[in-house]
């Protein structure tokens, strides 16, 4: 079974910020890199290229924007919970996810096993937020690691706790 990594990145007041050379690193030592379309473009057209060749990128999309035209994309459609389902039951490897769509879609189905958040500190402001999902499921997260990165950053690995949150106990 595959692992799937929620990677998040914030400032301080939870806005999105974009990710770094960390990521990079990240995304060298997986099988797979998720993300969503809107995520997909942004990283598109900021390079004018596709920069993750030597990974296989899978886009959740409901349309059709092959902008890269290479073997390494592939596009998720349809039944996009189903398809994600059995590429982690079948899989081979941890999938890197990326983007504010997919994490909402991996946190609403419970897809993901591990939430890695990067803080950068910066304020940012505004109503956007770097994470975001729908109801709450029960799931408890715990905290695995923290680690003051370069430039004050600081990078927090949750897991998934054996305990679920009931209804009294929620806040």
């Not at 997919?102 to 994470?131: F, H, M, R, S, Y």
Request: charge should be negative; charged fraction near 25%.
């Amino acid at each position: 079974m595959e692992q799937i990594t929620l990677h998040v990145y914030q400032s301080i007041d939870g806005c999105p910020v974009i990710a770094d050379k960390c990521f990079n690193a990240v995304v060298d030592a997986c099988a797979y890199v998720l993300i969503d379309e809107e995520t997909y473009l942004r990283i598109y057209l900021n390079d004018l290229d596709w920069p993750l060749e030597a990974k296989e990128t899978l886009v959740v999309t409901n349309g059709c924007i092959d902008l890269t035209e290479t073997e390494r994309v592939r596009f998720v459609r349809g039944n996009v919970v189903t398809e994600l389902q059995r590429i982690k039951e079948n899989g081979d490897g941890m999938v890197v996810a990326y983007g504010e769509e997919i994490g909402a879609l991996l946190l609403d189905n419970g897809l993901a096993d591990e939430i890695t958040v990067t803080t950068v500190p910066v304020l940012i402001g505004g109503g956007e937020k770097a994470l975001e999902c729908g109801l709450n499921d029960g799931r408890a997260w715990i905290v695995r690691s923290n680690k003051v990165l370069v430039d004050g950053k600081m990078r927090t690995v949750y897991g998934l706790s054996l305990i679920h949150i009931s209804e009294s106990t929620r806040p």
